[in-house]
């Protein structure tokens, strides 16, 4: 063979799939699993609706003991979910939850996948989802992960039966019920068939459980199909379920960590459509490499090396599987000769303790920048290994080495690297587009699918392996050394040369006095200058309505003030800053997420700031706040001129409390916060003495103590999931209704995500219930709201979303929440 048909078949881009973080090498038991995998033509596709919905016992069973290629296609990326390890709400907390998904992953060796859906929070039902999501669009998304991916079995998590779950998870059922047959047929969605063949799966199958059932009765374990999912892996030296465990644990954000588990267990499968198994999950379907053409000289190959495998030597396998690799070429299915081509490669790589890196010490850049750079390749076996040349295709980077990389020598070098003019931002690419509550904007089908960006910038290193050519694709990565952590990596990213954050998402003005508001300012390169100016809605006025900056040092920040005048009548406004360089405006932020259990996250939204002239009294001034899961309510509340102090555990003794005007739990403090059961006599105490008691959200689950109020109140699942459902005021006399704020319906306008949720469905007859609201089609719940005198002061149990009102700048929040702070004043 040719050395360009060599080129044309062996030469494939591979790129590490973790590219975040440090280059992967594996152990030999993982290399063991890795041919063993090879030797499976088989793949499976799991469908849920979030991050975290997938059952991970079963994920990790089918890539360990099946060796099928396993993926999970989560509909959404989790945005409109809660967050228990910090305050990032909405496109932020979707990427914690998209890097949490891709280290599940990473743990259990299954692939990722994502639909443009937007997880909008919580739904009831698949027909309310379906009138926020657009189902076509959703479903076009699916079928195209199916017709890329193949699998002989798809496997929803949720029942198809409406009612018994969050409307996103039956949703995401009917989706696949709906899909399984689309995506064979080559009239629906057309235009993906320019890169994708139709694919009709074997059978769709549901894996249930006791948990969707609510007898034991209705639960028979006996028309369903069991799978043990309990094995013990020798090569790894871990049972199955102790790896599922590492993997669910990975869903921090949602405070998922779970216990390892051990010994037989079993998960059941339910038969929705197409052959039925009855006593195997791949029944009737062939994994083998018989059922590729051209794959009988593959298998006959692959079962050589297994038979020869040296724990102590997996280098000596080299050139066998070169040989499977050349044979590869007979294989006339074009998706298998893909993936097993990508899954050989990752092998010869791992057999061959090939090191190759590619670093920077700068943690981004913008178009034009010229950085350095450090590259490491290290061949650890006596295997042939030479180094050609190595190429930074986008930006016209390249070095000829014709170097051998002798057994165990490190070959290191520093060099420079210029980024492309015209490279993009590191925009993830469903945020690039404007979107809608339902869904993101994807413009281009070939990304429709994937769990984040390309990296920035690749090196492409050409080598021969015993004399064969291969291409290993290497992503630029940010490492630095910490002295305690060690090496640290992360993503390198290309940013714009400026960016802005307004030092506020949201700025309230309760009187019509003007406000400083300040905006910082960073520039990615040196000597830079230029003019910051503001854009303004009618009626506000900005002095000066333009400034002047200069910049000398690369990655300085500059502090630059307006004073804002607002208007003198209540009104929402959003106001947007923009920095004119050399004739050019920038108008874009960066948020940086960082985190020590996922990669570094960058995402670039516009550089704007909500505007709000509130209407808002109170009475009292000094706050203490105790923080539960992470909410930015404190930062609100001193918007309107409270001052709010974060109280810790030594804080909470009587002699402190006392000069406080009212105390504030945070949302799910009661969960999070151990000390709490300790400290409640005494928080109960100090609104016996006269205090203010107000406590957020919380959930049944995991409480820290039974005791949340003076007065017995049990927590429910209750939630009110529109958030402009309709209100009932029951009590509008009552203080915390007309005081200082007289509160109307119109205080419950313009609200976000939604109205309340884990709503007390019980309680004493001590609580007057303020409020009632309720979903469409549903009785009135009373409990969002509920207030008690205790001794000479109030408790207040409330699980209205306060922790996303207030930061959204919702008017009617902060003068109810006024209210409930001013009881008793």
């Not at 016992?57 to 290629?69: A, D, F, M, Q, S």
């Not at 080559?186 to 459980?209: D, G, I, K, M």
């Not at 020590?596 to 009292?620: N, S």
């Amino acid at each position: 063979m040719s050395y360009k048909s060599l080129l044309l078949f062996i030469i494939i881009n591979f790129i590490i799939k973790s590219w975040a973080r440090s280059p992967v090498c594996y152990s030999v038991g993982e290399i063991r699993l890795m041919l063993e995998r090879f030797n499976v033509v088989g793949s499976v596709l799991y469908v849920a609706a979030h991050p975290d919905d997938e059952n991970t016992k079963l994920i990790t069973y089918l890539t360990h003991e099946r060796k099928v290629r396993t993926s999970y296609i989560s509909l959404t990326r989790g945005d409109g979910g809660q967050n228990l390890i910090g305050p990032e709400q909405g496109i932020q907390l979707g990427l914690i939850r998209t890097q949490e998904l891709l280290a599940a992953r990473k743990i259990d060796k299954a692939f990722q996948y994502f639909s443009r859906a937007n997880d909008f929070g919580f739904s009831k039902t698949p027909e309310e989802t379906f009138t926020i999501w657009d189902k076509e669009k959703i479903l076009a998304d699916l079928v195209w992960v199916i017709r890329k991916t193949r699998p002989d079995v798809i496997i929803t998590r949720f029942s198809a039966q409406p009612g018994k779950t969050h409307g996103h998870h039956t949703a995401s059922t009917w989706l696949a019920q709906e899909a399984f047959r689309a995506a064979a047929d080559p009239r629906r969605f057309p235009e993906q068939l320019v890169y994708v063949q139709p694919w009709q799966a074997h059978r769709l199958v549901w894996n249930t459980s006791r948990f969707f059932f609510d007898t034991d009765a209705e639960f028979r374990k006996d028309t369903l199909l069991s799978v043990e999912v309990g094995q013990w892996n020798p090569w790894l030296g871990k049972s199955l379920t102790e790896i599922a465990a590492q993997s669910r644990s990975m869903h921090k954000s949602q405070g998922f960590g779970t216990s390892a588990t051990r010994g037989s267990q079993l998960e059941y499968i339910a038969h929705l459509a197409g052959s039925k198994a009855q006593k195997d999950l791949f029944e009737g379907i062939d994994l083998t490499w018989s059922r590729v053409t051209g794959g009988s000289k593959v298998q006959k190959l692959i079962q050589k090396v297994l038979s020869k495998f040296n724990y102590s030597e997996p280098s000596a396998l080299v050139p066998e599987l070169i040989e499977i690799y050349q044979a590869l070429q007979a294989i006339s299915d074009p998706f298998w000769k893909e993936e097993k081509m990508r899954e050989l490669q990752a092998i010869i790589q791992a057999c061959l303790g090939l090191y190759l890196e590619v670093t920077t010490d700068e943690y981004y850049a913008n178009p034009g920048n010229l950085i350095n750079i450090q590259v490491e390749a290290v061949n650890r076996s006596p295997i042939s290994v030479f180094l050609r040349q190595i190429i930074a295709p986008n930006a016209k980077w390249d070095t000829s080495l014709s170097y051998p990389l002798a057994f165990n020598i490190p070959l290191t070098f520093k060099a420079q690297l210029r980024i492309p003019e015209d490279a993009p931002i590191s925009q993830p690419y469903w945020l690039v587009e404007k979107g809608n509550l339902g869904q993101f904007t994807i413009l281009d089908q070939r990304l429709v699918g994937k769990p984040e960006n390309d990296p920035a910038q690749t090196f492409t290193f050409s080598l021969l392996i015993e004399k064969i050519p291969f291409v290993f694709s290497i992503p630029l990565v940010f490492k630095k050394t910490d002295p305690v952590k060690g090496e640290i990596y992360n993503p390198f990213y290309i940013t714009p040369p400026i960016v802005l954050k307004f030092e506020q998402s949201v700025v309230l003005f309760p009187t019509d006095h003007a406000k400083a508001i300040t905006i910082n300012l960073r520039s990615v390169q040196a000597n830079t200058k230029g003019i910051l100016g503001l854009k303004l809605p009618a009626k506000w006025k900005a002095v000066p309505l333009q400034q002047s900056w200069e910049i000398l040092q690369k990655g300085e920040e500059k502090k630059i003030t307006f004073l804002l005048y607002p208007p003198q009548n209540p009104e929402e406004s959003i106001i947007e800053a923009y920095a004119q360089v050399d004739g050019k405006e920038y108008n874009l932020g960066m948020e940086i997420i960082e985190y020590e259990h996922i990669p570094t996250q960058v995402y670039f939204p516009r550089a704007q700031c909500k505007l709000v002239r509130i209407d808002v009294q109170k009475k009292g001034e000094n706050i203490g706040y105790i923080m539960g899961a992470g909410d930015e309510i404190p930062q609100s509340l001193e918007q309107i001129g409270y001052k709010v102090t974060l109280l810790q555990e030594q804080d909470l003794r009587p002699e402190k409390l006392k000069f406080f005007d009212a105390i504030i739990t945070g949302v799910r403090a009661y969960n999070t916060l151990t000390q709490l059961k300790y400290a409640q006599p005494i928080l109960l105490e100090y609104v016996k003495n006269g205090g203010t008691l107000i406590v957020q959200y919380n959930t049944s689950h995991q409480l820290v103590t039974s005791d949340l109020g003076p007065y017995p109140l049990k927590l429910s699942r209750d939630r009110v999931t529109v958030e402009d459902s309709p209100v009932e005021i029951l009590e509008p006399k009552h203080p915390a209704l007309s005081s200082p704020n007289p509160i109307t319906l119109v205080d419950f306008r313009g609200w976000v995500q939604e109205r309340g949720l884990y709503f007390p469905s019980e309680w004493a007859p001590e609580y007057t219930a303020l409020i009632a609201c309720n979903d469409p089609g549903e009785a009135p719940k009373k409990g969002s709201i509920l207030v008690a005198r205790y001794g000479k002061g109030y408790y207040v149990y409330t699980s209205l979303s306060w922790f996303r009102q207030l930061p959204a700048g919702v008017s009617g929040a902060f003068r109810i929440l006024a209210n409930l702070i001013s009881l008793g004043k």
